[in-house]
């Protein structure tokens, strides 16, 4: 089963100040796709603590996928971009591109989100946004693509186009 980390990047949140409800709406969306929640943690919108628990639950924990949550605006401390940039080996645009399409259908405001995905290893890092109606937005617009992408990521995938899992004997 596939190891999923969350990190809601709040300081009120981590201050304990509001409820996580964007973390419970992704790990809602998580177990009805089947993916274990393997770690889940609340940090402050500070730049080098976003990217500590980033590196610890991709290099230590092993988790696939990690779901960020917060940060992602223009407000001064939203810095989640930043620390997954940093973190990351390699960047996959089009699943930002494809959450903030989804959020332009509902609003204008879909187009300040800075979002990003990146590889870290075998570890798919995806940012989304902080309000639970947003994270339900973007998280719904890629849900689909979520299997083959961690199938590809950690070599599973077959030949000619073809998942392990669909292959022909």
């Given amino acids: 089963m596939r190891r999923v980390g969350i990190v809601t990047a709040s300081d009120k949140g981590f201050h304990e100040k509001r409820e996580d409800r964007s973390g419970e709406e992704?790990?809602?969306?998580?177990?009805?796709l089947g993916?274990?929640?393997a770690i889940w943690e609340v940090v402050p919108d500070e730049e080098e603590r976003i990217k500590e628990v980033l590196i610890r639950m991709t290099d230590t924990e092993g988790v696939d996928l990690v779901l960020t949550t917060g940060g992602t605006g223009l407000a001064p401390r939203d810095v989640t971009p930043e620390a997954t940039r940093a973190v990351i080996h390699r960047e996959v645009?089009?699943?930002?591109?494809?959450?903030?399409?989804a959020s332009l259908r509902q609003?204008?405001?879909?187009?300040?989100?800075?979002g990003v995905a990146g590889l870290r290893g075998k570890t798919l890092i995806i940012n989304l946004p902080g309000s639970p109606k947003a994270v339900r937005e973007c998280l719904e617009a890629v849900l689909p693509v979520l299997p083959h992408a961690l199938e590809t990521m950690t070599g599973e995938f077959g030949d000619h186009g073809e998942s392990s899992s669909k292959q022909k004997s």
């Fill in 26 to 32: 992704i790990r809602r969306l998580i177990r009805e």
């Fill in 35 to 37: 993916l274990e929640v």
């Fill in 93 to 101: 645009p089009g699943i930002p591109e494809a959450m903030r399409l």
């Fill in 107 to 114: 609003t204008p405001y879909g187009m300040l989100s800075r």
